[in-house]
């Protein structure tokens, strides 16, 4: 064997299997997509272009640019109401993928658990694994509305567990946790001694008034807290690559030491296109999450009048996680025939872990046309197996 153990233990997503299989088949209406069909602001694009001319080319400090550091403080006091120290507290990274991963490495050892509530992004998994140290998931229920269960969490902990890691609002179920939910995570975190990785990536893409509110503010939990955000999502960035964390100082500056030997950092351009983006008009924005919002209730609705499924209306993100259980086929067969008979491409639920099962993701990042096209089509299908 050429490869390592750790490279071995990765698994490739099953979003990926999926993506390629619909690449055989012509025609697809594809609701799999994990980002912002949007393209980045006009304002943004410029920013970035501009610091390409300016000769803004280079290799940033290690943690990044901080004049961004600075903005991105600010904003988390905003937030959240806590103060983080730019120079030693907040690190840009190669999108919040980059910071996870920098985290987990700063914080794992071989065989230290981390607990992760599924379904959920399965990257998390991988990345834990590259740490060679060991995910522990605990499932959530649709009855409780995929609310982290902070009993379930409880029972998990061993001797070995070194972190929580959240991620509201949830990829893929919608869920949004509630104060009462982090509230009791935050004692449990305190009652162990761990550290809660909080994934905040989806946080403004958030519905019905809803005002996100992040575990780092509560009581106590500012100094066992890193918060993974990325401007991906949120501003249509993905292919910029640049994301962030906050934290505790020690965290921080030992992810800033790992990534100055595996990235050295974030794009500069990038760096200087996210400083508009958070500290320009919010405009574009809240006319994305007003689509997102739009394209969700028109899902919802189409959903609610097909037989056999139904869903929760999702609290936040652009997904849906829909139960597909009285169909009496499991998710992959579900997900192969939409595609084989409809040329639908949706995700199994069990690409986010084994209770995904009697699930499948769809994404409202993609126009109404084509979300009213493929559920329509998913109707046609879900008519003849009555
Ligand atoms: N966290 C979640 C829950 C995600 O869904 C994603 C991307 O799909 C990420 C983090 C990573 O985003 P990025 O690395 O683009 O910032």
């Given at each position: 064997?050429?490869?390592?153990?750790?490279?071995?233990?990765?698994?490739?997503?099953?979003?990926?299997?999926?993506?390629?299989?619909?690449?055989?088949?012509?025609?697809?209406?594809?609701?799999?997509i994990g980002e912002p069909d949007f393209i980045t602001g006009?304002?943004v694009m410029?920013a970035g272009s501009?610091?390409i001319?300016?000769?803004?080319?280079?290799?940033?400090?290690?943690?990044?640019?901080?004049?961004?550091?600075?903005?991105?403080?600010?904003?988390?006091?905003?937030?959240?109401?806590?103060?983080?120290?730019?120079?030693?507290?907040?690190?840009?990274t190669i999108g919040a993928m980059g910071?996870?991963?920098?985290?987990?490495?700063?914080?794992?050892?071989?065989?230290?658990?981390?607990?992760?509530?599924?379904?959920?992004?399965?990257?998390?998994?991988?990345?834990?694994?590259?740490?060679?140290?060991?995910?522990?998931?605990?499932?959530?229920?649709?009855?409780?509305?995929?609310?982290?269960?902070?009993?379930?969490?409880?029972?998990?902990?061993?001797?070995?567990?070194?972190?929580?890691?959240?991620?509201?609002?949830?990829?893929?179920?919608?869920?949004?946790?509630?104060?009462?939910?982090?509230?009791?995570?935050?004692?449990?975190?305190?009652?162990?001694?761990?550290?809660?990785?909080?994934?905040?990536v989806?946080?403004?893409?958030?519905?019905?008034?809803?005002?996100?509110?992040?575990?780092?503010?509560?009581?106590?939990?500012?100094?066992?807290?890193?918060?993974?955000?990325s401007f991906s999502k949120t501003y249509a960035m993905t292919g910029w690559r640049v994301g962030?964390?906050?934290?505790?100082?020690?965290?921080?500056?030992?992810?800033?030491?790992?990534?100055?030997?595996?990235?050295?950092?974030a794009p500069m351009p990038s760096q200087y296109a996210a400083?508009?983006a958070?500290?320009?008009?919010?405009?574009?924005?809240?006319?994305?999450?007003?689509?997102?919002?739009?394209?969700?209730?028109?899902?919802?609705?189409?959903?609610?009048?097909?037989?056999?499924?139904?869903?929760?209306?999702?609290?936040?993100?652009?997904?849906?996680?829909?139960?597909?259980?009285?169909?009496?086929?499991?998710?992959?067969?579900?997900?192969?025939?939409?595609?084989?008979?409809?040329?639908?491409?949706?995700?199994?639920?069990?690409?986010?872990?084994?209770?995904?099962?009697?699930?499948?993701?769809?994404?409202?990042a993609?126009?109404?046309?084509?979300?009213?096209?493929?559920?329509?089509?998913?109707?046609?299908?879900?008519?003849?197996?009555?």
């Amino acid at each position: 064997m050429r490869v390592s153990s750790v490279a071995r233990s990765v698994v490739p997503s099953a979003i990926r299997k999926m993506f390629n299989k619909a690449l055989e088949y012509g025609n697809t209406i594809n609701l799999t997509i994990g980002e912002p069909d949007f393209i980045t602001g006009t304002n943004v694009m410029e920013a970035g272009s501009r610091a390409i001319f300016e000769g803004k080319t280079k290799y940033s400090e290690n943690a990044g640019i901080l004049p961004l550091r600075m903005e991105i403080s600010r904003y988390l006091e905003r937030e959240n109401g806590n103060r983080y120290d730019p120079e030693s507290q907040v690190i840009i990274t190669i999108g919040a993928m980059g910071a996870l991963y920098l985290c987990m490495r700063a914080l794992l050892d071989p065989g230290d658990e981390v607990i992760i509530s599924t379904p959920c992004w399965t990257n998390y998994i991988q990345q834990v694994k590259m740490c060679g140290a060991k995910p522990v998931l605990v499932p959530t229920d649709e009855q409780n509305e995929f609310m982290v269960d902070v009993g379930k969490l409880q029972q998990a902990c061993t001797d070995r567990t070194k972190a929580i890691l959240l991620n509201s609002p949830s990829n893929p179920t919608g869920s949004v946790l509630d104060h009462g939910t982090l509230a009791a995570v935050a004692e449990l975190s305190n009652e162990k001694d761990l550290i809660v990785l909080s994934d905040e990536v989806y946080k403004h893409i958030l519905f019905d008034g809803l005002e996100y509110e992040s575990i780092a503010g509560l009581t106590g939990m500012r100094d066992r807290t890193v918060i993974f955000d990325s401007f991906s999502k949120t501003y249509a960035m993905t292919g910029w690559r640049v994301g962030y964390s906050a934290g505790p100082e020690d965290i921080i500056r030992n992810m800033t030491k790992l990534q100055e030997n595996v990235a050295a950092c974030a794009p500069m351009p990038s760096q200087y296109a996210a400083l508009e983006a958070l500290k320009g008009s919010q405009e574009y924005k809240q006319q994305m999450i007003a689509e997102y919002d739009s394209r969700r209730k028109l899902a919802c609705e189409l959903i609610g009048q097909m037989p056999l499924v139904s869903c929760l209306r999702p609290k936040g993100t652009f997904y849906i996680f829909m139960n597909i259980k009285q169909t009496g086929m499991t998710s992959e067969e579900f997900a192969y025939r939409l595609l084989e008979e409809k040329q639908v491409v949706v995700v199994p639920g069990t690409a986010f872990g084994d209770a995904g099962e009697g699930y499948i993701r769809l994404s409202c990042a993609s126009s109404k046309d084509n979300i009213v096209s493929g559920l329509n089509k998913m109707k046609e299908f879900l008519e003849c197996l009555q």
